[in-house]
């Protein structure tokens, strides 16, 4: 029973290490060869931990072997267009001036239903409303609608929009993040003055409290049993909006202080 505990173990750390080591992907964004490379593995990973008989290294070796094979081709994708193209193969029109293209659709094996339900999936229930679809190389579908179609932009009606940046978490569960407290150009000193005027003693209480850059500070203590958790506390933005940069903003202003 320990030995199976210890190469159930082993094989699950290869695993997770090789999963890590060929990049950070969802199943949906997943190329055909990648997708083949992680049923390979767990494949691999599931007879070692079944099979006593079958010694640990010979299901670590595969393992190791594909994922450096993926890796090698992940490179090879990023040097070589042609490599890629044969590997990857090239997007697709399947809708083109809105018109469905029915040589592509046939290369693709995509019928009607299954472009409609893509297009619906991305918000378009009449087919009249797409201009231009691309079926990309990992099977998601890309649509561009009509000029008259599209949703309101502030450049069509002339506002000028300032730039934006996400906001910045400051506590996550209970636990301050003090490189991004540090890229908003405050210390732990102002963020515990600011929890004390919401009435907070510890930062260990804060389930997440966040800045966006223009000041407003969103706060939520955790809960506390069956009672929950009170209302977030939420709050305007500082005296002047910080200066956004490349690298980061600062909040820290001579009326914020």
Known sequence: ?????????????????????????????????????????????T???????LPLLSSLLPIITITVLQISIAL????SQRFRAVVCGKPS??????????????????????LLEQLRYKGFFDLSEVEFALMETNGQLSVLPRADKR?????????HVGHEIPAVMLIVDGVVQSEHLKDTGYDEAWLRKKLLAYGIVRPADVFFMSVDFQGHIFCQLKSKGEAGSPPPVREGAEKTAPAA???GFSLK?????
Not at 93 to 114: A, C, Q, S
Not at 151 to 159: C, G, I, K, T
Request: net charge positive.
């Open 1 to 45: 029973m320990l030995l199976l505990i210890i190469r159930t173990a082993v094989l699950y750390l290869v695993t997770m290490i090789s999963m890590r080591a060929m990049g950070k992907r969802q199943i949906g964004q997943l190329q055909p060869f990648e997708l083949v490379v992680i049923l390979i593995i767990s494949e691999m990973a």
């Open 47 to 53: 007879i070692g931990v079944q099979n006593n008989g």
């Open 76 to 79: 090879l994708n990023l040097k």
């Open 93 to 114: 029109f399947v809708i083109r001036n809105g018109e469905i293209l029915e040589e592509e659709m046939r290369k693709l094996r995509l019928n009607v239903n299954d």
């Open 151 to 159: 949703p309101v932009q502030p450049a069509d009606l002339e506002l």
């Open 245 to 247: 940069s490349g690298k």
């Open 253 to 257: 202003s001579e009326g914020a202080r």
